[in-house]
């Protein structure tokens, strides 16, 4: 059974940098194929993709956010964490974990965490 | 282009057939994923790829690519298909991964 969860700060101050960690199991980021990415989304607006780590430790990141996002993974932990630096009140969004799948032509995320709401405020 | 475009709202009458529509320049080079998301849940993934529907989804969601637009079909819309629609699909250099802006299902 797979499952991932969140876990990190609900609120945070601007220009802070905020750090998130997934903790999964049911999968090891050791194996071939295994992705995880992280996705937000703003409270009533549209999914947004973040960043992605696959199990060679290729590292992808959204273009607008690329100077401001790091991610890691330790599979001995069954962990991925990101990383998010100079906070800002938009950047308040409810942040999800998925494990990343490429299958029949297509990359798509089969499993969610629950999701962490982060606010950003002073 | 690095967008995905999607209807903001679509409506349908119970046990109807409905399409969500997306379109991207990405999409004719990439097969999308089509996500649901209901109030105050995690997205879960109902279609992806050419032709495939993730265990313990109703054989009613089905989905096709044509050019650089793709469309997700429920045939025979349930009460508890009303949610939000993501379409995601790779921009046309493949490198980065994008939603469109969802699409709010209501079932009248």
């Known amino acids: 059974q797979v499952t991932l969860k969140e876990s990190g700060p609900a609120l945070v101050k601007p220009t802070q940098t905020l750090t998130l960690t997934c903790t999964f199991s049911g999968f090891s980021l050791s194996t071939s194929g295994m992705r995880v990415s992280w996705i937000r989304q703003p409270p009533g607006k549209a999914l947004e993709w973040l960043a992605r780590?696959?199990?060679?430790?290729?590292?992808f990141y959204r273009t607008s956010l690329k100077t401001r996002l790091t991610i890691s993974k330790d599979p001995s932990k069954n962990q991925v964490v990101l990383t998010m630096t100079n906070m800002d009140p938009v950047d308040t969004a409810t942040y999800y974990c998925?494990?990343?799948?490429?299958?029949?032509?297509?990359?798509?995320?089969?499993?969610w965490g629950q999701g962490s709401l982060v606010t950003v405020s002073s | 282009s690095s967008e995905v475009t999607q209807d903001p709202a679509v409506s349908v009458a119970l046990g109807q057939t409905v399409s969500i529509t997306c379109q991207g320049d990405?999409?004719?080079?990439?097969?999308p994923s089509w996500y649901q998301q209901k109030p105050g849940q995690a997205p879960k993934v109902v279609f992806y790829g050419k032709n495939n529907r993730p265990s313990g989804i109703p054989e009613r969601f089905s989905a096709y690519r044509s050019g650089n637009t793709s469309s997700l079909t429920i045939a025979g819309a349930q009460a508890e298909d009303e949610a939000d629609y993501y379409c995601h699909s790779r921009d046309s250099s493949g490198s980065q991964l994008i939603f469109g802006g969802g699409t709010k299902l209501t079932v009248l």
């Open positions: 780590i696959d199990w060679d430790d290729d590292k």
């Open positions: 990405g999409l004719r080079n990439y097969y």
């Open positions: 998925a494990r990343t799948r490429i299958a029949a032509a297509a990359l798509y995320f089969d499993y």
